[in-house]
């Protein structure tokens, strides 16, 4: 007889257990889309439609959160970009001058004269390209004349717009040419200065663009995350 009572024992005992606890020990089964998401996404523990809902919503403040950080160093790399090409353009135009000065006391009297004679030659050249835009948009003459009047009118907008640019930078160089004549300093400490801030400058940049890089790569793989619990979702 003991040896009957024994099995039957272990039978009651089995159908009286209890079910399976979860982890967060609560005894219930997943629903079918709580099972399809434990199953897709390793860090979904949850086991209604409600923490699904609640997961697609902490995914979606994530991917958002992700994106803004990516976009924010996005931003950092492009500043940076622009502080070297300062930087880059201040040590090359502080070596100019520091050769150009070493070389002829007057030189700075004689760049100035330059500066202002591209200056009026810039000039000229923009009047002439005002004149061959509004040449181009009367649109008078044969096809061919047309499109020769608007290729002219388009090389002579470029033409002005370099012009532009070198008055720019002969007037900055005197400019600093004149502070680096008046200053205390010699011209070897702002050779000196300019070059490390230049060094400098690359080094920030590097890191923005890897900073860049890595948190867009992130974003990337945060989004696609998203929108595969978006569309797993949608299946049910």
Known sequence: MKHFAC???????????????T???????????????ASTFPGFY????????????????????????AAKWTRDATE???E???????????????KRMSEDEEWVEKEYERADSL???????????????????????????????SFAALNAKREAETALEEVAEAYATVAYALKIRSSPQSVEFFTTRDQTAAEGAMGRERR??????????AARKREAVHEQALKLRDEF
């Open 7 to 21: 099995p039957v024992l272990l039978v009651a005992a089995a159908v009286a257990a209890p079910a399976p606890v």
């Open 23 to 37: 982890k967060r020990g609560e005894v219930a089964e997943r629903a079918p889309i709580a099972e399809a998401f």
């Open 46 to 69: 949850g086991k209604s439609e409600e923490d699904v809902a609640k997961f697609i919503t902490k995914g979606a403040q994530v991917t958002t959160e992700t994106s803004a950080q």
């Open 80 to 82: 940076a970009g622009d």
């Open 84 to 98: 070297v090409n300062y930087a880059i353009a201040m040590s090359k135009r502080s070596l100019h001058i520091s």
């Open 119 to 149: 200056a009026r030659r810039a000039a000229r050249l923009r009047r002439e390209a005002v004149a061959a835009a509004e040449t181009a948009s009367e649109g008078k003459g044969t096809a061919e004349e047309v499109r020769f009047q």
């Open 208 to 217: 923005a663009r890897r900073e860049s890089f890595f948190a867009n790569q």
